[in-house]
């Protein structure tokens, strides 16, 4: 495209002088990142521009594929190249030019590699602080010496509990897990954890070598033969005779026959757990969690540390129990300590019940070793040192403390704990734990990029988060914000919207300026959600509600900060939960209510994908939740729970083959008269089989270069060109296309090359109307936001045929959707209703709540302040509650006038 074509399009204006409080402008020149063509842009320094447009429009290519990228590369020219092995780089944009451009900092909506001993405290750096507090200033028991910081960190040695090493948790396996059903025999795999295949048959046959009974029901073989098969630690090597009866086997034995081979025995629980450490395949791990039992670390009680470190408290609690404490809790007992107060005068009352419980087990102690009841305890009492170096390190170490938890309780993050595992946390909350990491790192004259901060945030919460981002703003610093909020978009000080469309129908600048500016530009599709019309708050749904055919109700709920909830779901509806960040509405909707409804239908809830990498360590504690279903299940036959899962780990997982279509794709290729010829089957058109993928990269379409002090290189590879496929596979063509130009084509060019074929487009038509038109059908699983892949799973249920009486749950679906897509969502949502489903949303977006048949909100507060049904009813309801965070911004998007 050239630069007049570009200026046709583009109807940005004029880079305007610069204001007094910008120190003038990034100027970009030729971006052509993914499907940027040939932009140039001028944007203010130390502002805060916020690029949006429809999801897939180019708005991160140009973000984050650009400006961030390009910053990064310039920074990594200065540092030496061996230190440059060590870092994750992202290759050079392609651009021609940007001047301007400050060092950048990205803060990007990523969970990175889940990990058990990854928290809130060390995400923050708040938990180093917190021990340095309790090493230098808590209160020692006599004669304890000194301990260091690195003693009160559960993933030091020094520190760690030496049974749980440093996990809180313990993991065995029990009869009962490894033999679910004690009813079938050895020989008909009662012993269910005991691995399938051969490697499981040739332990049973070890067991009839070694003159077990593998015929007998599990339940009535001796107890003293089911531990020693279950338990042992021994390992037996044995002669094995496959395929022979008992009674051949021992015939043979007698006679001395030469054996199959020499078979060498493991117990059932020392595999699982020896599997479990040391297996490096994810899905063998996950397979032998499932027989695994975790319970709290009976030594520590769950605090991950030995009991030298949990002897020493601050304020009467040691470093376990505080970390333990919600953020907001936590500042209130660190408050009166910045302030000089000496915090051991509300130690000394904790103490003294401390001291009582510390005697009364020193004395059973004692009676149990054979001792007499009477003589002096040992003095367990804390003795707190009153050294003005003491209150004057508290002080300090509290203000330092107080300043920053302040900022994450501002940013709506209080109901946190230190000790809360990142991996339970939300991509926003994690975004927004390392913005508040910057807030205090006072960096000056650095660009942030951030994307969508305000994702997983309710209204409430926004405002604070826009303060944060004015105060770096006000600190010398630049913001270039990826944003779908329209509130973010109109505080923006530079707006810039990336289309007017998605995929290649997107990739120009619409509309460079400030916000007010946008009105004109006819465009943009923000536009219009950006304006004051009434029509445009909605998001295009009829507000003609529907009424129940009946009711879900439950009772007694109890799971995280619920407790003992009741509530109620109508059926054959729209549903929107709603409530502020960690008032319980996930715990309710996510968690409580699927596992639920799964197990009053006999099955699990919605398994992770085979696929799925998670760290089974994460899975503790009592994943059942209390509470039962009262009414309403006979009106439901299936559960759809619809995440924001990755459809896939590896480049081979992709749009195509997720959805089912390519399965069709390759029957059309196979019946072609040239396929025939060749005796192809529809395996030969998959890249995964190795008859038709390319034989040097193997179906991936490209090699990996390794370059030694610089990032590694992705090329296409040299034999298929990008294709995937051999030239053999490559010669039969279906409409004068190969496999190849299928699997690049987009959504909306194959929904023209393959009208007609009822079975494709019927996958085809869901995806373009859900959205995902710009997406090309090979496009791998890793190039996929959250939400797009959540609406290709979304769109993957939807092409079924509708039976109605399914239950759909989706955990905020609007995450990372522009207004304009969000409307195409909910058209969708409201198309399965009408179909006789019922379909229950936990959301942020008060334009999605607005136009819902029932509308929950959960509150009124966060964690412990939260997990209560606020108010039930129909949305114009709801938003004349009082004492509900969401009405304010219910009556807003309602257009209602404030409640009296």
């Known amino acids: 495209m050239t630069k007049s074509q570009a200026s046709s ?17 990034v100027r970009v020149r030729g971006a052509r990142e993914h499907n940027l063509k040939s932009v140039d842009l001028d944007v203010p320094r130390n502002a805060l521009v916020v690029f949006t447009g429809v999801s897939g429009s180019g708005k991160s290519s140009l973000a984050f594929g650009t400006l961030y990228a390009e910053a990064q590369r310039r920074y990594f020219e200065s540092v030496a190249p061996y230190a440059r092995r060590l870092i994750e780089q992202v290759g050079a944009p392609d651009v021609d030019a940007i001047e301007g451009l400050p060092p950048a900092v990205a803060l990007q909506q990523q969970r990175g590699a889940p990990n058990a001993r990854s928290s809130v405290g060390s995400v923050t750096t708040l938990s180093s602080v917190v021990r340095m507090m309790y090493s230098r200033v808590g209160s020692y028991p006599p004669k304890q010496p000194m301990l260091y910081a690195e003693d009160f960190s559960p993933n030091t040695v020094q520190g760690a509990c030496t049974t749980c090493h440093g996990l809180g948790r313990v993991y065995d396996a029990t009869e009962r897990s490894m033999v679910p059903d004690d009813s079938l025999t050895i020989r008909e795999r009662a012993i269910a954890a005991w691995p399938p295949a051969w490697h499981g048959q040739n332990l049973r046959d070890i067991l009839v070598t070694l003159g077990y009974d593998v015929d007998t029901p599990w339940r009535d073989l001796p107890r003293q033969d089911r531990d020693w098969i279950l338990f042992t630690d021994e390992q037996p090597t044995v002669p094995v005779y496959a395929g022979f009866t008992p009674k051949e086997t021992r015939a043979a034995l007698k006679r001395k026959t030469e054996p199959s081979y020499q078979g060498t025995f493991s117990g059932a629980r020392r595999y699982v757990l020896h599997t479990f450490a040391s297996t490096q395949s994810a899905l063998m791990k996950k397979r032998v969690s499932k027989y695994m039992i975790s319970s709290v670390c009976p030594t520590c009680n769950g605090k991950r540390l030995k009991p ?3 002897s020493v408290t601050f304020a009467g609690l040691d470093i376990g129990e505080l970390s333990q404490l919600p953020l907001a809790r936590l500042a209130s007992l660190l408050e009166p300590v910045s302030r000089g107060d000496w915090p051991f005068e509300q130690a000394k009352k904790v103490g003294a019940a401390l001291d009582r419980e510390a005697r009364r087990a020193a004395m059973k102690r004692r009676v149990a ?19 003005e170096e003491k209150r004057v390190a508290a002080q300090r170490l509290a203000i330092e403390l107080l300043d920053r938890i302040k900022t994450l309780i501002d940013l709506g993050l209080g109901y946190l704990s230190l000790d809360r595992a990142t991996p339970t946390l939300s991509s926003g909350e994690l975004q927004r734990l390392r913005l508040a990491t910057q807030l205090s790192s006072q960096l000056f004259g650095v660009v942030y990029v951030l994307d969508e901060p305000s994702a997983g945030l309710h209204p409430a919460d926004g405002d604070a988060l826009l303060e944060a981002l004015q105060r770096l703003k006000a600190a010398g610093n630049s913001l270039f914000v990826v944003e779908h909020d329209l509130g973010v978009m109109r505080q923006a000080d530079w707006l810039v919207d990336v289309g007017p469309n998605a995929g290649e129908a997107g990739g120009e600048v619409v509309y460079s300026g400030p916000p007010d500016g946008l009105s004109q530009v006819t465009s943009s599709h923000t536009r219009r959600y950006l304006s004051s019309d009434d029509d ?9 509600r529907r009424e129940p055919r009946c009711w879900l109700r439950l009772q007694g709920v109890t799971r995280n900060n619920l407790h003992q909830l009741d509530a109620a779901f109508p059926l054959g ?75 896939g780990r590896t480049p081979r997982s992709n749009l195509a083959t997720y959805s089912g279509m390519f399965d069709h794709v390759r029957k059309l290729f196979a019946q072609t008269p040239a396929a025939r010829k060749c005796r ?18 193997e179906g991936e379409g490209f090699v990996m270069v390794e370059l030694l002090f610089l990032p590694s290189v992705y090329a296409a590879c040299s034999t298929c060109h990008g294709s995937r496929y051999n030239p053999q596979t490559l010669k039969i063509r279906w409409r004068e296309r190969t496999i190849a130009d299928v699997l690049a084509m987009t959504v909306d060019r194959a929904c023209e090359f393959f009208a007609g074929e009822a079975q494709i487009m019927r996958s085809l038509d869901v995806l373009r109307a859900i959205g995902l038109g710009y997406l090309r059908l090979g496009q791998p699983a890793t190039e996929l936001s959250g939400g797009e892949a959540q ?49 229950i949303l936990v959301e942020h977006d008060m334009r999605v709540a607005a136009g819902c048949d029932w509308l929950i909100d959960v509150g009124p507060g966060a964690g412990e302040d939260g997990g209560r049904i606020v108010a039930a009813g129909v949305p114009e309801m709801v938003a004349r509650q009082q004492r509900s965070r969401t009405a304010r911004y219910l009556r807003e998007a309602l257009a209602l006038k404030d409640a009296p």
């Open 573 to 647: 509806c729209l549903s929107v939960v709603t409530g502020i960040s960690g008032s319980g509405k996930s715990s309710l909707v996510s968690q409580a209510l699927p596992d639920l409804v799964a197990g009053y239908l006999g099955r699990d809830a919605d398994a992770p994908d085979e696929e799925e990498e998670a760290d089974p360590l994460l899975a503790t504690g009592n994943a059942t939740p209390e509470g039962r279903i009262v009414d309403g299940m006979e009106r439901i036959r299936r559960l759809v729970r619809v995440d924001q899962r990755p459809i």
């Open 791 to 839: 609406r290709i799973k979304l769109a993957t249920e939807l092409q079924r045929a509708q039976r109605g009486d399914t239950l759909y749950i989706l955990d905020e679906p609007t995450t990372g959707l522009h207004p304009a897509d969000t409307d195409r969502l909910m058209k969708q949502l409201n198309g399965l209703v009408d179909a006789g489903n019922t379909v």
């Open 680 to 697: 192809y089957s529809a395996g030969r058109f998959s890249f995964n089989v190795a008859q038709g993928r390319c034989p040097t990269c």
């Open 536 to 544: 445009a708050r909605q998001t295009g749904t009829a507000l003609q």
């Open 369 to 387: 070793a054979g001792g007499a009841r009477h003589g002096s305890a040992p003095d367990m009492r804390r003795t707190p040192n009153l050294s």
């Open 308 to 310: 030298e470190a949990l």
């Open 9 to 25: 399009v583009t109807e940005s204006r004029p880079a305007p002088e610069t204001p007094p409080e910008w120190s003038g402008f």
